[in-house]
């Protein structure tokens, strides 16, 4: 039986946990879960809310499933999130984007996919004040990780029939950071001439992104672009609570949805799985499970075209428990 870690991290994350095992054990698939918890809790209990048990369960297991752990804002302890995915040299952050039947959005055809820098950029932590009415982020952007991510980028869409990468940056105003970027990315697609590449600036991006979505397929960005992009094209085809995730490194990976803790509905039986269920499925297909990947997938997908029982965020008025019963009965 195969042995993954998971963290079921804090706000609405060990309810949408409970959800995704209870769904993957009724369509079959024994896992032994190894527990971890980490966060706020566990600062207080152990002094560090990433402690090395987690990272070493990690590292044993190669894979793990987490869902979100809420991060102070403006103060207190530096986020778990990125802190693990800086430990893990979990390099890729990979969020597709896609339709799905019976969502209604004003976009359709949208079928695109985010690849996120997930090591460095404004997300290296390296903050000080300046003084007291000055305060200073710096910006890391280097050749290794730059080039890392556009092959990461270019194989991924060899390996899935994409035809297009197109790099993100704001290189007409960082020239030296969001320049190096770009110019890695461009060294990179030569390797790949059956690939077509492009460039774009992350402003105009955006704008073209809500109004022609579809005309985008891999999209290859420095960490915080990234981070709000993906958001962005949550929203394009149902929000936060549809957006699957995956961080992906030569020795590990951890799937995790695009949303936070959701603390606003934390406890109230109301989140929707969906988003933690989709990056289970990634993982169930990296791990070579693809035939219970797919099968819960198809249960998934049948709930959301019947639509009807949807948690609040998708329209509906279902439960999270209601709502998980609809997809085990569509397994
Ligand atoms: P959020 O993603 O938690 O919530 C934004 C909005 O979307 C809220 O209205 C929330 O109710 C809704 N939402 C999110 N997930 C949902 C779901 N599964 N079902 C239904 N509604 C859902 O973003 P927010 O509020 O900015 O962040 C809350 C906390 O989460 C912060 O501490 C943040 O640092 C942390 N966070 C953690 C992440 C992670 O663990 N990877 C990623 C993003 C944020």
Redesign the pocket.
């Known amino acids: 039986m195969k042995t993954i870690t998971l963290i079921n991290?804090d706000?609405?994350g060990p309810e949408?946990s409970e959800a995704v095992v209870k769904i993957i054990d009724k369509a079959g698939l024994e896992i032994n879960w190894d527990i971890q918890t980490a966060g706020a809790d566990v600062a207080e209990a152990e002094g560090s809310p990433l402690p090395d048990r987690v990272i070493n369960s990690i590292k044993k297991n190669k894979i793990a499933l987490k869902a979100?752990?809420?991060?102070p804002i403006g103060k207190g302890f530096r986020?778990v999130?990125v802190q693990l995915r800086k430990d893990l040299e979990l390099y890729a952050n990979l969020r597709p984007c896609k339709n799905f039947e019976g969502i209604k959005t004003p976009f359709q055809n949208v079928d695109l996919v985010v690849v996120r820098e997930n090591t460095e950029d404004l997300y290296a932590g390296i903050e000080r004040m300046v003084d007291k009415d000055t305060a200073e982020s710096i910006k890391i952007i280097t050749r290794k990780a730059s080039e890392r991510i556009a092959d990461f980028a270019f194989k991924y869409a060899v390996n899935n029939n994409r035809n297009e990468v197109c790099a993100v940056s704001k290189a007409n105003i960082m020239k030296f950071s969001d320049g190096l970027f770009l110019e890695c990315c461009r060294k990179i697609s030569e390797k790949y001439p059956n690939i077509q590449y492009k460039e774009i600036l992350v402003d105009n991006l955006c704008m073209q992104l809500v109004q022609k979505p579809e005309k985008f397929d891999v999209l290859v960005l420095p960490n915080l672009y990234g981070d709000i992009v993906s958001d962005l094209t949550a929203g394009l085809t149902g929000g936060?609570?549809l957006a699957r995730g995956a961080n992906i490194g030569e020795n590990c990976a951890v799937f995790?949805p695009v949303?936070?803790?959701?603390?606003?509905?934390k406890g109230q039986n109301k989140?929707?799985p969906s988003?933690l269920l989709l990056s289970a499925v990634e993982m169930l297909k990296y791990i070579g499970e693809k035939d219970y990947a797919d099968k819960i997938e198809l249960a998934l997908l049948k709930t959301l075209k019947e639509s009807k029982i949807l948690?609040a965020?998708l329209g509906g008025f279902a439960s999270t428990s209601d709502f998980t019963n609809e997809i085990i009965k569509n397994l």
Not at 259 to 265: C, F, K, L, R, Y
Request: glycine fraction near 16%; hydrophobic fraction near 30%.
């Open positions: 991290g706000g609405i949408i979100p752990v809420t991060t986020s999130n936060l609570g995790e949303h936070g803790s959701a603390p606003d509905i989140a929707n988003a948690t965020d």
